[in-house]
């Protein structure tokens, strides 16, 4: 990651690419052409008519100009209850000073452009999620190489702007796989437009199996293209979702149902945070991994996801900033290798030495830390209450297939309600419902004082965070055990801990006056949570096996599972994707020739 701007600024002001020497919009007048050259040659606003939901595709970024004026043509043009998704694809983001200052010479859309820059993308490689409520409209821009980015989304554009640079000065973006991959993630009837009737695109689009025109180009350009694919968009109503648990996943499953235009039923037997998400403090923190593969790029991306949708909330953040204390010397280089990385923010991520480490911690560090500066301490009741809605009280005995779809049952056989799609996020509890789902119980004890507040959030294997009153700290983690009862040995326990790694800080702590509360969270043999469909059941999707990361990895997993609910573009990556898909451990035996149960335990 480089901290040179691809953009410079020619003398009248008009932005232009220091990689590929062309200019990002027309200097006659870029609006105009992006309405000419992209939504008038994808048929627009007449191609969305009467669809729940219209997805267009974008290969080039840029300032933001063609999605802008899309946006424009759908708040003024967008069937009743319709909802924009756009994914977009962009190897060298600019910042959103930059863009604000090129998108500044079209005052018509300056509230829209507001909206854009406020809510603009980070620079991490990876998928990043926009939302626009206010416009009905979602964007997920790839920030990585095309060819990467078009594999890895798993959408299908009804529409497609071609609007890379020049292909005399950037062939990689034109290129005849590049083209082919355009169709394929694209659905029958999908109309593609460009600015360039270059012959090698004619023919990789032609190659791809789009029907291609040539049309009246914009000012000096005397043509463009237009393309279509063969076939007709299949119209789908929006279906009816119901979400059993209101934690934290299914908080966010809500949330994220919200947000794509679909209005949940949420149940849970014991209302809002009953389970594992009910502390007075959680923290948000990634798990560090320093392969810098699919793994690691999991936990950024959902990193950078909870931490985006926490901090706008009232209420809802404790405290900034997590140091994470090595354990040795080999922590010390992993950290230092993360950090460097470019799947996380730059600055996201901060190596601190032994001394520095103390003077944040207010006591002499065990070792070396890593400031994990863009991490958040949240307090869940208010997220909860946020993200929820209402909670109706009902304890789901059975989910089983309906006559209008799936039906959730009580104890004594009777209907709840039925509906297209269920959500099941009840931590270790979706075991009773799933027959043949790896998921298992681990019960965890946290203790807290109000007579103590620590000056640094900090974890080490345990942690110690600040409450709104006081000082959180722990946690037990007893694999196979389910009762919630608080035990004084387990205070002791994490006493203990919190003495072995922040001495100063345990002295200060008085036993006799912790509280302390105990629940169960639920894992998994690989120690991934499982988000996607439920193995061998129509309609039933699952999203739990989140351990101790609920908060992390909530947020992004439930707009994963939420877009395979209501068949929208996901915004999790195809290979992270495979690793939290349910059925991962059957299609692992089936591949081996092996047993579910051999499968499961060879994964423990």
Known sequence: MTDESPLAWTDDGQPRSRLYGDVYFSAEDGLAETRAVFLQGCGLPEAWAGRSRFTVGELGFGTGLNILALLDLWRTGAPPGGHLHVFSVEAHPITAD????????????????????????????????????????????????????LSEWSGQADAWFLDGFSPALNPAM?????????????APGARAATFTVAGAVRRGLAAAGFEVDKRPGFGRKRERLEARLPGAPEPRALP????????????????ALRALGCDPMVFDAKGAGAGASGNPAALVTPRLDAGLGPLARLFAQAFARATRLYEPLPGAVVARSVLQIAGGDRDVERFGKIAASDIFEPDALVPLDTAEATVRLGEPSPAPALDLAAALVVEPAGILDAWNGQVLRAEVAQVVPGP??????????????????????????????????????????????DAVTPPQAAAWGGYAVPTRSGLLFGATHDRGVTETDVRDDDHGRNLAALAAALPRLAASVDPA??????????????????????????????????????????PLLAEHVAAQALGAPSPLPAPLAELVAPDRFHRRAARKGRSLASEIVKGA
């Open 513 to 554: 006056g912790l509280q302390g509360r105990a629940s169960v969270r639920a894992t998994t043999p690989d120690h991934l949570p499982l988000a996607g469909p439920a193995p061998g059941q129509e309609g039933v999707y699952v999203l739990g096996g989140l351990g101790s990361r609920g908060f992390c990895l909530a």
């Open 404 to 449: 209008a779809g799936v039906a959730l049952l009580d104890s004594a056989g009777g209907t709840i309600v039925e509906a297209d799609a269920v959500i099941l996020t009840i931590g270790p509890a979706i075991g009773a419902l799933l027959n043949g789902l790896p998921i298992a119980p681990v019960r965890g004890q946290a203790s807290w004082t």
């Open 98 to 149: 930059e863009a604000a200052r090129a998108l500044s010479r079209w005052p018509e859309l300056a509230d829209l452009a507001a909206l854009l820059v406020a809510r603009w993308p980070g620079r991490a490689r990876g998928f990043h999620r926009i939302e626009l409520p206010e416009v009905c409209a979602t964007i997920d821009l790839a920030v990585m190489d095309v060819e990467a980015a």
């Open 174 to 186: 034109w290129r005849e796989e590049i083209l082919a991959l355009v169709a394929a993630r694209s």
């Open 240 to 255: 009816r979702v119901a979400i059993i648990g209101a934690g934290i996943a299914g908080a966010s499953a809500a949330r």
